[in-house]
Structures are given as C-alpha cells and as structure tokens.
Nanobody
Framework: EVQLVESGGGLVQAGGSLRLSCKISGFTFDEYVIGWFRQAPGKEREGVSC???????YYTDSVKGRFLASSDNAKNTVYLHLNSLKPEDTAVYYC??????????????????WGQGTQVTVSS
C-alpha cells in the first residue's frame, strides 16, 4: 500500500520559512514524480512544485526563487522548503506521487497517490 504523510506545516509570519516533509512508503517505481500542490479555501488545487527521480525540479511561477524541492532517498522523504512566505501562500499543502506525470505541467490529475495535507498559514 502506497502511503504519503506530510508534516511541517504551521503558522508563520510573512517573510518567514517552513520546511514541509513528505514521507513515502510502499512506492517502489524506478521512475516517478513527486509533486507538491496546495489548495486555499474557495480555490482550486494548484500545482506548486515537483521533483523527479533524477532530482530535476519544477516550480510554478509564483514560487520560483522562494520554494525549493529536495529529496532524501535514504529516508524515502521529499521536502519542500518554503522561504520568503507571503500571506497568499496560505493553503493546505499536499504531496502526491505519480509514475506517468508530465513534470512541468504540475497537473493534479496526473498524480495517483496523495497525502492527507498539512496546513500552512502565513500572517501579515
């Protein structure tokens, strides 16, 4: 059974930083994409970033230069480092896994397995 468990969300002031973690188990494919998505109240789920099995990363324009995706294969964990946070970054953040996603598209429909989400709240 594939499981993704996010952690690391919280309340932070604008300009602050957080590190989200996504612990993955039961996912044994050699080629994959791990994506990060977020959903704010009343808005559609938005693709934020992804990292492929070879370490290539992609970002949506609104987070380029502020967010950084990384992975620790020994720990089966993917991270999203959130820096220079803004109030508009407030959302529930989800990680997701896919074997067939087109990475740069950051499209939620391409992803097969999802975590439960972690809340990020940025105060002004």
């Amino acid at each position: 059974e594939v499981q993704l468990v996010e952690s690391g969300g919280g309340l932070v002031q604008a300009g602050g930083s957080l590190r989200l973690s996504c612990k993955i188990s039961g996912f044994t494919f050699d080629e994959y994409v791990i994506g990060w998505f977020r959903q704010a109240p009343g808005k559609e789920r938005e693709g934020v970033s992804c990292i492929t099995n070879d370490g290539t990363t992609y970002y949506t324009d609104s987070v380029k230069g502020r967010f950084l995706a990384s992975s620790d294969n020994a720990k089966n964990t993917v991270y999203l480092h959130l820096n220079s946070l803004k109030p508009e970054d407030t959302a529930v953040y989800y990680c997701a896994a896919s074997v067939g996603a087109i990475p740069w598209m950051l499209r939620a429909a391409h992803y097969d397995y999802w975590g439960q989400g972690t809340q990020v709240t940025v105060s002004s």
